[in-house]
Every structure is written in C-alpha cells, then in structure tokens.
C-alpha cells in the first residue's frame, strides 16, 4: 500500500502561541487517521496546513509525493478540504453544487457527469437534490458537503468535524460513507473530532492531541492496550492528565 | 428591562459602528470645511468688480466712482488694443464687463439702450462654479445704471429706464472667445457631465457593498476555504468574482444610464411645451457652434479615455471591495466595511458638483488627488478644457493603483491573514483546536 500522506515535523505558531510543535505520522492509501484533542490542541491548524491554507513555520508534508510548502498547487489536486461547519452556496440546487464542484476538479464533461452521478449515490439525498440547498436541514447539507468532498476521489480527503452537529443517525449514515469510499475508492481520510466513540467506531488508527503535540498515537485496539482502557475516551483523559 | 438596553446597546455600538461613525463625521468636516473656503472665496469676489471701459466719458466714469462709493473694490481697464482673453488672463479675472464705445451717446443722448458685453472665463463646467462668478460685474454695472438714469430721468420715458443697458454674453475658453452665455452654454454641455458622476458614484458604491458582502458570506459560511482548496488557481478565484461584479456593474450602469436620460428627456420636453420649436432648434444649434469655437468638445478619442477611467475606477473599487471583505470577520462588520471605499466615492462625487476640483489649492488638492476616484470625476473637465497632463498623470496613477491593489489582493489570498487575522491580532484569536 502506498503512502497518502507523510508529515514531517510540522510546525505553526500564531504569534507567542506554538499552535503545532514538531508533529509527524504518515497515512496510508484507503486508510481512516483520527485527530482526537481539545479545543484549541491544534487540529484544524494541521488540517489547514495540509489544505494548503495556512503556511507551515517549519517541516513539510508529502500528499501523493508533493510538498505542501513546494508545489501547493499539486497538492490541491489530490486532495479535498472539508472545513468544521461548512455551508454550501445556499443560491443552488443540491444538484447545481455538486456540478459546480466538480467543474472545479474535471475539465471533460463526461469526467465531470461520473463525477455527479457519485456525488448523488453518495450523498442519497435523492430528488431533494433539485430544491434549494437553503431548503437543506443541517444533516442534509452535511451529507452534501461529505458527498461533494469524496466525489472527485481524491488521493486524501481531510475533514474537519465530519459530524459535529449531527444527530445519532446522521452521524452514522456520514461514518458508513467515510469507511466505503475509503475501501472503494482507496482514498485516505483525515478526520478530526471530539467524538472518541466516533473515531474509535471510525478510523484505523488515530492521535491524541495536546498543545500542538502528539501524546499518543496508534489503532484504537493499540491505545486501549497501552492505556488499559475500555473506551478511547478512558485513554484520552488517561494521555491528557498523564496518568 | 435595564438589562436587556444594556446588551441591545452593546451589540450596537461596537467598534465597527463608532469607526463608521467616526468616518461619516471626518467626512461631514471635510465637506464642510472645503464647501466654507468655496463659498468664502466666492463672497470675496463678488465684492470685486472688473470693469474694460473702451467709452470712458464721464458717464461711465461716474458710474465706476458710484459703484466704488458702494463698497466695491472696481479694478478698471481701458486698453482697447489688447485682447480681451489674454487681458483677463493676466489679470486673473474670471469675469468682467465691457462697456463699449459710444454707449454714453446711446444712453444719453439716444435714449437707446447701451451695450455692454458680458465677458465670462469658462474654467469648468460646475454649475455652480459658473452661477457664483458668472456676471457679477455686469449685473453691479446694470443696476447702477439704472439707478442713476432713474434719478436723474424719473417720469421721461419709462419703458427705456427699465432696461436701459443691452447685455451682449461673450464667453472665453481654451483660448477662443464665443457670443454665447457662459451659463446656458454650461447647461447644455452637462447633461452628461452632470449625469456621470451620479452614475459612477452609484456603481462604486454599489459594488463595493455587493463584493464586500459576498466575499464576507463565502467566509462566514467556509465556502471560501472550499475554493482555495480546491484545484483552481487563486488568481482565477479572484478574477471571477471581479468579473462577475463587473458585469453586474455594468448592467446596473446601463440601466440607471438609460432610466436617468429617460427622466431627463422627459423633463426637458415636459417644459418645452409651449415653446417656439424653430427658436429653440436656433439656440441649440447657436450653442453647438459656440461649443466647436471654443474647443470645448469631447473627441471620440476622449470618451475612449473616459470609459478607461471609468473601467479603472471600478476595478479599483472592487479590488478594494475584495481586499476588505476577507478581512472582515463576520458578518456584521461587513456592513461597515465598505465605509472606507464610500467616503472616497463620495469626497470627490459631491465636490465635483459644486466646485472645479481642479481649481483647488493647497493641501485639499493633494487629498483629492490622492484619491484615485477623483481622476474619473475630473476626466470630462480635463478634456473639455485640454488638460491633458492632469488627465494623463490621473490614468497612470489609476493603473499604478489598480496594479498595487491586484498585487495586495493576490497576496492576501495567498496569506495566512484571510484565515487568521492581521498579524497584531494572531495572538488568542485563532480557533486552533
């Protein structure tokens, strides 16, 4: 398997504040990473990083052999950002945004239709697709928003709070479509969230956050051993206190 | 009930709010204070009369010492050989009243009206600029005429008494000289002059609201975050956001264009009901000369020049529009954001109604020039009274600043800033979880 994704000793600081302090790991084709931390442990500031949205201070990341720092312009073509709480533009038809974002990603038409016709599989929204995405409930524009982001199959898909927000059924219907577009399609998820029962129900392997470091990092199955935990929750509050 | 005014007031008066506030009140002041030195210069020289008196009897010099006695300060000339346009250049008059030869043997001996010519230096094509200095000489050097005729013939011949002196209209400009009243003469040219500003204000103001609001949503809702993510290069990102406002622009000038020429042609033929046809193709025909004698036309190249600016303008104004709106933070900042580009739509939009820019001075001068906007307001007066340096410098510094903004632009979009804030605000602002 090839590697999607390889941090190297990542660094940002916003002013005195050291957002990201020396993180590494590396994701592979079709695997699920989870970012677990706090408020404020510097998640969406690796995310943004890796989107190519923020500058990183110093290190580099690989996405499908292209640096971030090097050619962010490559990179954006193999990836697909979808940031915490993100909106769709509320103007269209589920349809028409789906068409706009992958006229984004594909010149030919007919790259572009297979493109769609995923996205509506996806998402299953059905003929809702035709109303007004201001029509949308927060579970059906989030569906869309995760449906726009893995349509193009990209080589890495980084989302931010996939399910924040989200009631107990949406949230599943989103963490099935993660886990078969990874196995389908090969592509890499990074995903961060406060939820550790997701992510210990999500991704195959994942990192404890803190203060811009990793405390741990592993398979859920490891971490739990490590920790002697029950729950990925028992081993965040172990990693975070230190105990 | 304390308690709730208390928080509604706290929402309501933020930091924004009191900058906006505090705009509207520099500008208030700064309109206050440039339309105060205008009205000050111009009550000055009303008190000033400029007297060209080729008669020179004791009549006319009687009159002369009686408007003197009236508290006028009359500066008078009586070189007949000298060229009226060069005369009033050197003596910086922008008005004066030429009492001819033999108009004491009309008056006095006669009993026919006297003629006098009116002369006037066009220097723009403000309304009120031409209103103010107009014919303050001759209608000083009419009344007093009148006045004295009426003491010394009172009951005579009445209908000669009321209006004993003829007014011929000479107005000069770029040089040339045309029988012509300055006043109507400015009239006829400004319907455009007069309906460009408005328009090119409206769609600054327009646009920039539009973008600004815009770029703000797609913010606000992460939609931007999508788009810089994505595949598509971020100067194609901002340039279809221009283009689209510029469009939009577009569309919304051709219809106030077409809307404003509408209701002023319907004005005009609402008041010309009742008027004599032939005369009234007789003046605009007699102006249109005077127009082409005085070179005061815009060539085709001109307005070529003028949709240039126009373009110039509004580019920079969007790229303004796009540079303020990532940086606003949420959406109810950007209500306020646009004040920036509204004062300096609207220091030279008003200015330019009731003064010639370009005859300004000092500092204020400078103020205005720096504003690039100012350059599009001034473009028809520069053409019209061949300033073609102002002009030329105006384009150029419309394309530097254009230039400057894109590069700010793209810079900005590449920037860690569109996501963080400014550098001084990093610290504790950023959502880093």
Known sequence: MNIALDVQHLSKAYGKKQAVNDVSFQIMEGEIFGLMGMNGAGKTTILRMLATLLHPDSGDALIAGHSVKEHPELVRA???????????YRSMTGRQYLEFIAGLYFKEYDEQKA???????ICGLGDALNRKISTYSRGMTRKLVLARTVMPKPRLAILDEPTSGLDVLNSLDIRKTIRRCAKEYGTAFLLSSHHMQEVQNTADRCAIMKDGVFLA????????AKYNAATLEEVFERAVNGV | MMHLLRKELRELMNKQMLLGLLGTMVLIIMLGVIMTNTMSESLESSGELHVIDYDDTEFTRSVIS???EDGYEVEVSKLVEKDNSVLMEEKDWKEAVLIRQGFTQQILEQGTAGEVSSLTVLQSTTSMDVMMSGS??????TAKVKEMLMAEKLGENMEFLADPVEVIPWTYANYNQAQVDSFALVNSLSLFDRLMPLILFMLIVLTAQTIITAVAAEKTDKTLETLLASPIPRGHVIGAKMLAALIVAVIY????????????????SGTGEGMDLGQAMTDIAKLNQAVETLELQIPVWGWMLVILELLLTIGIALMASIILGALVQDAKS????????LVCAMLPYILSMISDIRQMEGITQILMYAIPFTHTFIATSCLRFHDMGLLCIGLIYQAVFLAL???????????????????????GKEKAN
């Not at chain 2, 000038?253 to 005009?268: E, N």
């Not at chain 2, 903004?405 to 610290?427: E, H, V, W």
């Open chain 2, 334 to 341: 950007s209500q306020n954001a646009s004040l920036p580009i």
């Open chain 2, 253 to 268: 000038a051709l219809s106030y264009g077409v809307g404003f020429l509408v209701t002023m042609l319907m004005t005009v």
């Open chain 2, 66 to 68: 009686a408007l003197e």
């Open chain 1, 115 to 121: 493109c769609v016709q995923l996205g509506e599989e």
């Open chain 2, 405 to 427: 903004m894109t590069a700010a632009a793209l810079k900005l979009y590449r920037s860690d800033i569109l996501f963080i804030g400014m550098p001084k605000r990093k610290a």
């Open chain 2, 136 to 141: 303050t000489s001759t209608d000083a050097f």
């Open chain 1, 217 to 224: 990092e592993g398979t859920p199955q490891e971490l739990l």
């Open chain 1, 78 to 88: 193999n990836i697909c950002y979808l940031p915490d709480e993100a909106g769709a």
